[in-house]
């Protein structure tokens, strides 16, 4: 399947159609270059914390290098250091293949979009150049006939006429059969320009239009390759350094497994030991024996071979325990019931925002349910909570209720509408070229559909044809006549309508529904006594037609 034969009358859907695909590469682009951005500050983050924590001088005569758990810690170090290295690799071929790549492809699908438009627009003036040359070549020759018969009609009356002289009578036939000579000449021009037209028309609608729809159809599948590859290098180059990151983390892994708790605690021996014995014995001194007493060899607390029982500072060291830590654009007039729409798309359309309608109302059903069980408990518990509370809450879910149960209703009522149109138009009998006729001429003032009879389809077409273009392909705005009301209402309270753009009304006034709310909280009406202006949509009682 092809746009240029499915979607041959469907230019405004493939315009905003590719328009919408640029718009979703851009976004794409954008997207990736803020994940770049991320990347490239958490890259420098590391790169600053891997700075913090390197020593900034050679260690290898410090004591604290000696321990592999230090050592160890200076490996996970190094290897968070080459972490950011690819995580720096991460974001430049993401900004390398991705942005800068999709960003050149989108500007040169533009420049190609914009050509093929133009393109479309130079085949359809050329059309309607044709038929203007048509249109005049046929007037044209409307009035050489009138002229060649008024011409015959007066050759014959002064033929007949006896007081008409013979040179009177033949420069009547003279000019007679110039002005049918001239007709004849005016009759083969307007079958000349009405076979170039039927020709020029055929090849702007089965060649000329479907090719161009055709480019835009293969522009846009380009575009879409190429998104996709955009899709898969996004996760392509996460994968390219998952090898060296797994390196990383490998080697991360290695240095928590070099620690060895009895090493160190050599290393610490090694580096502390004192080397002395332990103090020996303390030898009894008699006192009672009347003889000269002599110092025992050994006292309390001196260590054999040392003059008294203090150490030698120098041999002490001492400990330099460290903390170490890990911190880390023409559009159509859009309508409330899509009948601005093709059958098919309102019908979805509707069916869709019916589907919405019911999950909201499902949910408001058990907001309902769950709050009149939590009012059941107040009642039954009043220490638990005040059930009077729960009322405005209550009524606001009951109003929403009823609300989402009438726009069910009213978009169900749309539907059948949409469907039962949909079986009327399904025989083969709408004529091609009525694809082309002014969407606004079957619709009445509330924007939804009457029903013309195919001869006031047909005379409305061929008595406005030389006033109105007869191919709207690229039209870019349509209007629509919304005077009319589309239903009734009851004001429930007064309003003093103080402020522009509003209106009062008092409470039980009947007015005239001119425009629903629109979700802005505002509702248009007229009053019967005149005036027209926007109250608050709380205060009425809506009745749509």
């Known amino acids: 399947m092809d746009w240029g034969t499915e979607l041959w009358d469907q230019f405004d859907d493939i315009e905003r159609h590719t328009q919408w695909g640029l718009d979703l590469m851009e976004k794409y682009v954008k997207f990736v270059k803020e994940r770049t951005e991320i990347e490239q500050a958490y890259a420098k983050q590391l790169r600053n914390l891997v700075k913090k924590y390197l020593p900034k001088r050679n260690t290898r005569e410090d004591p604290e290098s000696k321990f592999c758990q230090y050592q160890a810690f200076l490996q996970v170090v190094k290897e968070l250091n080459d972490f950011a290295g690819q995580r720096e690799v991460v974001a430049e071929n993401l900004m ?40 005049n070549s046929k007037r044209k020759f409307e009035r050489d006939c009138r002229e060649a018969e008024k011409a015959m009609l007066v050759a014959e009356k002064l033929d007949q006429d006896l007081n008409a002289t013979k040179a009177d009578v033949e420069k009547a036939k003279q000019q007679a059969n110039l002005r049918s000579h001239m007709a004849e000449e005016s009759k083969n021009e307007y079958a000349s320009f009405l076979q170039k037209f039927n020709r020029d028309q055929s090849q702007f609608y089965f060649l000329e239009m479907p090719q161009i729809f055709n480019k835009l159809q293969e522009m846009d599948e ?19 350094v998952m090898p060296i990151i ?67 500072p120098r041999l002490l060291g001492k400990n330099k325990g460290k903390r170490w830590l890990f911190s880390k654009k023409n559009k159509p007039v859009i309508t409330e019931d899509f009948s601005h729409l093709p059958p098919e798309q309102r019908r979805k359309k509707l069916q869709q925002k019916i589907e919405e309608r019911n999950r909201e109302l499902q949910k408001e059903i058990d907001q309902r349910d769950a709050l009149n069980k939590m009012k059941d408990v107040y009642q039954k518990t009043p220490q638990m909570g005040d059930p009077a509370s729960l009322e405005p809450k209550i009524s606001e879910t009951l109003s929403n209720i009823e609300k989402l149960r009438l726009e069910i209703q009213k978009y169900e009522l749309w539907l059948a509408e949409a469907e039962s149109r949909m079986l009327s138009n399904r025989p083969d009998n709408i004529l091609r070229h009525s694809r082309h006729l002014d969407p606004a001429a079957t ?44 239903g009734t209402c009851v004001a429930m309270y007064q309003f003093e309508g ?27 009406v007229r009053r019967s006594k005149g005036g027209e202006g926007y109250v608050p949509t709380s205060y009425l009682r809506v009745t749509v037609n």
């Open 96 to 135: 390398m293949q991705i942005c800068m790549e999709l960003s050149k492809h989108a500007q040169e699908l533009k420049q190609e979009r914009k050509s093929h438009f133009q393109e479309g627009r130079r085949a359809q003036q050329q059309l309607e150049n044709s038929f203007k040359q048509l249109e």
């Open 222 to 240: 380009r575009r879409t390759v190429r998104l996709k590859e955009g899709y898969g290098v996004f996760s392509e180059t996460e994968r390219q």
């Open 246 to 312: 797994g390196k990383c983390l490998d080697g991360m892994k290695a240095a928590a497994d070099s620690v060895n708790e009895k090493n160190d605690s050599q290393v610490l021996i090694e580096l502390h030991k004192s080397g002395f014995e332990r103090p020996g014995d303390v030898d009894f001194e008699d006192f009672s024996q009347p003889i000269n007493r002599t110092s025992s060899d050994s006292s309390l607390g001196t260590p054999r071979g040392t003059l008294d029982g203090r150490l030698d």
């Open 443 to 486: 619709l009445n003032n509330n924007g939804s559909h009457e029903k013309d009879s195919p001869d006031a389809t047909h005379s409305d077409d061929s008595q406005d044809a030389l006033n109105q273009p007869i191919y709207t392909e690229f039209d870019e705005d349509f209007e629509e006549d919304l005077a009319s009301p589309v």
């Open 498 to 524: 103080s402020s522009e753009g509003t209106i009062s009304m008092t409470e039980g006034e009947e007015l005239s529904l001119m425009e629903e709310d629109k979700g802005d909280g505002w509702t248009r």
